[in-house]
């Protein structure tokens, strides 16, 4: 009987195990795909934190340059069908924004076309993305 249990057993670790490629060969698809979400989240930048649910999209702080009170910030915003690109003014002090403008090609596409200062509506994107960067 433990004969036949332990030739069962051998049976079943042979027939069922990997060999040391397959273990190596998966070992290596799982540090690839790790690259690749590290990568991914790098090209997309950082995760701003939304105060307000229902925007199915998400927003990404992908540059900022501070002069003075004011922050100049470039985001992302990936969408359920599109994607957008906006340049922005913040002024930390005032809490008002400008844009300065937009592309759904890519951040190199934006054509400056600034609009006029305004004050930021709590819970809209902005004001997040203003909170975000001026604390």
Known sequence: MHKLILV????????CGKSQEEIKLEKEAQAKALEQEKLKKTEEGTLIPRSVQGD???YY????????DVITTLHKRIGVDSVGYTAMNINCK???????????ISADSITP????WYELVPGSSKYDLYKFVCN
């Open 61 to 68: 702080l992908l540059n900022k340059q501070v002069s003075g």
């Open 113 to 116: 076309n600034p609009t006029d």
């Open 94 to 104: 005032t809490a008002q924004v400008q844009e300065v403008g937009y592309s759904e």
């Open 8 to 15: 069962c057993l051998i049976i079943g670790l042979i027939g």
């Open 56 to 58: 199915k999209g998400e």
